[in-house]
């Protein structure tokens, strides 16, 4: 099982996208989506400085452009991917990326979003100071009874021993003054205090344009950094990342999921290091791939060989299929049971998973074709529960 990941803000360095450029295909089409983003990502990826691409209104699309274009490189024939990619996710806004990957929304909306989302993200954080701060090691629920004792949040949760700790400037240098014990702490090079409520009014801006972007459901696994659930609406996707800017990143039930569906392979696009820097600390035995430079791209290749199978939902019409979010026990609901036909958000049922007892609607209703579980059955992460043909318009 290989799954695809994309890096969030952070990941950028001085001239990492030097050696891509290089390729005039490449180039043509990154300076495409430097058009739609109304920036010189170009000259920003190879020669500006670090502060520079710090800046999150550069580096937000700096990383989503570079995802998106080196994934051509890496698959030439997109539609490829999908027989070969069993899910993806991507960290922050690396989202965008991953949904744009699974065509839930194309390159250019992308784009467009992530320039509108740097840009709201960067007035909200110069509001008041804020900022965020690693803490590594330490025990968990010491170091989270740390961050709400001083009034901030654990913006990421990246796994064991890895959270990041975000708010105003105040309460960042009181967390330094008295770190939680056998913790080590780590400022964060970032404008804000990102995924907190400090970002609230960049959600109301994003939310107003999302309205007008036409999706489609993903061709293979989107999982959310909300909660790590396989999403299959794709105006579900689009609200959970825009929603996603004020909330937590809960990397770590990204990393559950992955682990549910039986992952092999993690392939991180560039700038690549730190998704799977956290996959080999968390994940004991998955193999990982950094794709950081072009003349990667042949061994690249060669893991996706290695660890791809296709996703259930691309073997059929995504447009008519209804499928788990989590790993868990499928029960169907009275209200689908022996129907022939369901509204749009019908409940078919729900997965009891460890954590929690999911309800699994029917997004957009139709014609029951074929029941692919029955009541009690265990079900994994975007499993096919029920095949539907859409109602006419």
Do not use: Y
């Amino acid at each position: 099982m290989l799954v695809i990941v994309a890096p969030g803000q952070g990941a950028q360095s001085p001239g990492f996208l030097a050696p891509w450029i290089e390729d005039p295909v490449f180039r043509a089409r990154f300076e495409w989506l430097s058009t739609v983003a109304g920036l010189d990502l170009v000259r920003h990826g190879t020669l500006s400085d670090a502060e520079t691409i710090r800046d999150t209104q550069i580096a937000q699309p700096l990383l989503v452009a570079t995802g998106l274009v080196a994934a051509l490189e890496l698959f030439p024939h997109p539609s490829d991917a999908f027989r070969r990619i069993g899910a993806v996710a991507g960290h922050s806004v690396g989202e965008l990326t991953a949904a744009a990957g699974a065509r839930v929304m194309t390159a250019e909306q992308a784009m467009v979003l992530v320039r509108e989302r740097g840009r709201a993200m960067a007035d909200a954080a110069a509001v008041r100071p804020t900022g965020m701060t690693a803490v590594l090691g330490g025990d968990r629920e010491e170091v989270l009874a740390t961050l709400q004792s001083l009034g901030l949040t654990a913006a990421n949760d990246n796994g064991p021993g890895q959270l990041v700790a975000a708010g105003t400037t105040e309460q960042l240098a009181a967390l330094a003054q008295a770190p939680p014990a056998k913790a080590r702490l780590m400022p964060l090079s970032v404008a804000g205090a990102f995924h907190t409520s400090h970002m609230a009014p960049a959600v109301s801006h994003l939310a107003g344009l999302a309205r007008s972007v036409s999706t489609h459901d993903p061709r293979t696994r989107v999982i959310s950094n909300r909660d790590g659930n396989v999403v299959h609406d794709g105006r579900e996707v689009l609200a959970r990342i825009v929603g996603q800017i004020a909330h937590p990143v809960r990397w770590d039930l990204c990393l559950d999921t992955m682990t549910d569906l039986g992952v092999t392979g993690i392939l991180e696009m560039p700038p690549a290091g730190t998704l799977t820097g956290i996959a080999k600390r968390a994940l004991k035995g998955v193999e990982t791939f950094a794709l950081k430079t072009p003349e990667q791209l042949d061994e690249a290749r060669a893991f996706v060989e290695r660890h791809g199978e296709p996703s259930p939902i691309d073997l059929s019409p995504t447009w008519r299929m209804v499928v788990a979010p989590v790993k868990g026990t499928f029960h169907q609901s009275q209200e689908a049971a022996g129907a022939t036909a369901l509204a749009a958000g019908s409940i078919i049922g729900d997965v009891a998973s460890l954590r929690d007892r999911l309800p699994v609607a029917a997004a957009h209703g139709g014609q029951v074709v074929e029941w692919l579980v029955e009541d009690g059955d265990l079900v994994s992460p975007g499993q096919p529960l029920l095949r539907l043909h859409p109602e006419s318009s």
